[in-house]
């Protein structure tokens, strides 16, 4: 599925099932202690994330995680790993065609009670209920929330600071599968460009939400 959200320069891989897929030792050691659960998404992640770097050329090697959690991946290389239960992906891009990339998948079911609440803004919210009473084939509310996840996904490898729920707002257009995020805070300059906003596109099929955002590599 998250083939279909993103450019043609990003290579992406995913799956419905996990893998049995060996790890480097210094992988094993960070899930040496961690429950089956944990320790199928993160086997499974790796998997996908080294197929869909070998589709670019680029030899196995460990996928540590960053400060944030976030896979600190080889030089020259932008990606993103997402899983959610009965789906996992990855998607990489070589930073010489690609600037950031940002993926998350969720079922498509209503968020807990409270969860929209605590992630969404004022205006948010009201396009929620607005999306809702136009129809609810998709879960408006776990879009969203998928839509933030993959804008902090986008913002951390370039900005490497925090970003919360409330610092962006995000904007779902229900017609053409994209969405549009406005950064809040104020926005720092990397690469000479202010980092004020995203534009990423959207999916629901197989009772998943997919999210997206690939931004091409800037050029001068």
């Not at 070998?54 to 896979?71: D, K, S, T």
């Not at 959207?202 to 091409?216: D, K, M």
Request: charge should be negative; hydrophobic fraction near 45%; aromatic fraction near 8%.
């Amino acid at each position: 599925m998250i083939t279909d959200i993103v450019p043609d320069q990003v290579v992406a891989v995913d799956t419905f099932e996990d893998h049995e897929a060996e790890l480097f030792p210094e992988e094993e050691e960070l899930i040496a202690k961690s429950v089956d659960k944990r320790r199928r998404e993160f086997t499974t992640g790796r998997h996908l994330a080294r197929t869909a770097l070998g589709r670019l050329g680029i030899p196995p090697a460990p996928l540590l995680p960053g400060p944030r959690r976030e896979p600190s991946w080889p030089a020259g290389v932008v990606g993103s790993i997402t899983h959610c239960k009965g789906y996992r992906a990855a998607a990489v891009g070589r930073s010489a065609a690609m600037w950031t990339i940002g993926i998350d998948a969720e079922p498509n079911e209503p968020t807990p009670d409270g969860v929209l609440e605590a992630i969404a803004l004022p205006p948010e919210l009201a396009m929620v209920r607005g999306l809702r009473a136009a129809g609810d084939a998709v879960c408006w509310d776990r879009l969203l929330f998928s839509a933030k996840e993959t804008v902090y996904k986008a913002w951390f490898p370039l900005a490497r600071t925090w970003l919360g729920f409330e610092d962006a707002e995000v904007t779902v257009d229900p017609d053409d599968g994209t969405f549009t995020a406005r950064i809040l805070i104020e926005a720092p300059v990397v690469d000479g460009v202010p980092l004020d906003g995203f534009t990423g596109r959207w999916l629901a099929r197989e009772g998943f939400v997919v999210t997206a955002i690939a931004v091409p590599a800037l050029t001068t």
